[in-house]
């Protein structure tokens, strides 16, 4: 048998704090057969479907796709479709981050061999259980504007080298499943920051050969900031969470460098061509 322990919160709820102190909840405990190959996601359906039907999560796709399964197993984020039970019911350690003020202090727990703690992603507002408010994450995607302009990149057919494509190709992976901004650091003490998937999807168009310069030259803007790719502390914790392997500091860190070029070719009276 396997204990899961699920934090529960809805409005009005009293008891433990959640992930970002907006809303306060308790731990829930259930016990279910492990089945060989049985994941996260599985053992909250079957949560849901024998113990208590009131269990509110997010799901889809169910096969690492959609990204909308993600939450904090064991104290680290994962989609729970793709994690299964096996790999993370050995006990441990779990560390997790108290914002106070421009303080994040660690918080270690104990999970005993055989229990799971699933727990709602830090960094969002907890609507419901596991159900976070994802809205700041998609407004700041959607504030780089990441997409082609026009409808088109240019006239007539454009074409990409095989070595423009690998350079690319990382970046256009991402889920928008939400794991690298709540495993981000500087989003957990400044809501204002981009975020790690906006900014590698920002390197994603930047670094793109069929991206038009003007259109470039907007996005590069919007991101030559604190609240952009100078407010990244290059800690690689969105990185080592991606389910996808984007590598979001290898993006920020390139975007800085084109920064610095740009700036060097205005000094020097290289800005224009």
């Known amino acids: 048998m396997v204990v899961f322990r699920v934090f529960r919160w809805e409005k009005g709820m ?57 939450v904090l197993i064991n104290g ?17 350690r779990v560390v997790a981050l108290d914002v106070r003020g421009p303080l994040a202090l660690p918080r270690v727990r104990k999970t005993e061999p055989g229990e799971v703690l699933v727990e709602p992603l830090p960094g969002f507002k907890v609507i419901k ?4 408010d994802i809205k700041g994450f998609f407004n700041a995607y959607r504030e780089i504007t990441p997409w082609f302009r026009d409808g088109a990149p240019g006239e007539g057919e454009s074409r990409m080298s095989q070595r423009e494509r690998e350079r690319v190709e990382p970046y256009t992976n991402c889920i928008l499943c939400g794991l690298c901004y ?6 957990k003490r400044d809501p204002e920051f981009l975020g790690p998937a906006s900014l590698a999807k920002a390197w994603r168009f930047i670094s793109d050969p069929r991206f038009k310069e003007r259109d470039k030259a907007e996005i590069l803007e919007k991101v030559d900031s604190p609240r952009g790719v100078w407010g990244c502390d290059t800690v690689y914790m969105c990185t080592d969470v991606c389910p996808k392997k984007v590598p979001p500091t290898q993006g920020i860190t390139s975007i800085r460098r084109q920064l610095l070029k740009n700036s060097i070719k205005k000094i020097l009276g290289g800005g224009k061509r």
């Open 182 to 187: 709540s495993a981000c650091p500087v989003q």
């Open 129 to 132: 259980d596991l159900v976070v």
């Open 76 to 92: 680290f984020p994962r989609l729970a479709c793709r994690t299964q039970v096996r790999e993370v019911m050995g006990g441990g």
């Open 14 to 70: 009293d008891g433990e704090k959640s992930g970002k102190g907006e809303g306060k909840g308790r731990y829930d405990v259930f016990q279910l057969e492990e089945k060989e190959g049985m994941t996260v996601l599985e053992a909250l359906f079957a949560i849901k479907e024998e113990l208590d039907g009131t269990l509110a999560f997010r799901y889809s796709c169910r096969g690492a796709v959609c990204g909308s399964c993600a």
